[in-house]
């Protein structure tokens, strides 16, 4: 007759600190990946659509690019073919890029990236990054201690 076994003692152990970084990492990044996937589902049925990846973040921009159609993702080459340089309407051009000629693309792109630095925080400045402000919502929805 075989031997009975004793049960063995569980012990529950508590998640350490590293563990729980690991698991706030995981969730930021599903949270991350949630922000992306509602901002490709607005940019994609709001209006402006059809100017859509022309303005947005990078990640938002190739995931629209990745749910485009070969078709779709041509239009802007298809317009400047039809129509010219969305800014100045020049067909004697090569295409630059988002419906313009490469004039007006040059001089549109050294416009926004002006506009940007122009905007940029001062060196050494410290900006909130998006875990302070998660950690803002956190504590902002955070039961009220009486």
Not at 51 to 78: D, M
Request: some cysteine; glycine content about 8%.
């Amino acid at each position: 007759m075989p031997k009975k076994r004793k049960p063995e003692a569980v012990e529950i152990v508590p998640l350490s600190r590293q563990e729980i970084n690991a698991q706030e990492h995981l969730d930021l990044k599903s949270m991350i990946a949630q922000m992306v996937e509602e901002g490709v589902r607005e940019a994609m049925s709001g209006k402006g659509a059809e100017l859509q990846p022309f303005f947005g973040s990078k990640e938002i921009a190739y995931e629209i690019k990745r749910r485009q159609t070969v078709n779709e993702q041509n239009k802007f080459t298809y317009f400047f073919e039809d129509w010219g340089c969305m800014v100045c309407g020049s067909r004697k051009r090569r295409h630059g890029g988002c419906g313009m000629c490469q004039f007006c693309y040059g001089r549109v792109k050294q416009r926004l990236v002006a506009s940007l630095r122009k905007r940029q925080p001062p060196k050494g400045s410290i900006q909130p990054t998006f875990r302070d402000t998660m950690q803002l919502a956190r504590e902002a929805l955070a039961p009220v201690k009486k």
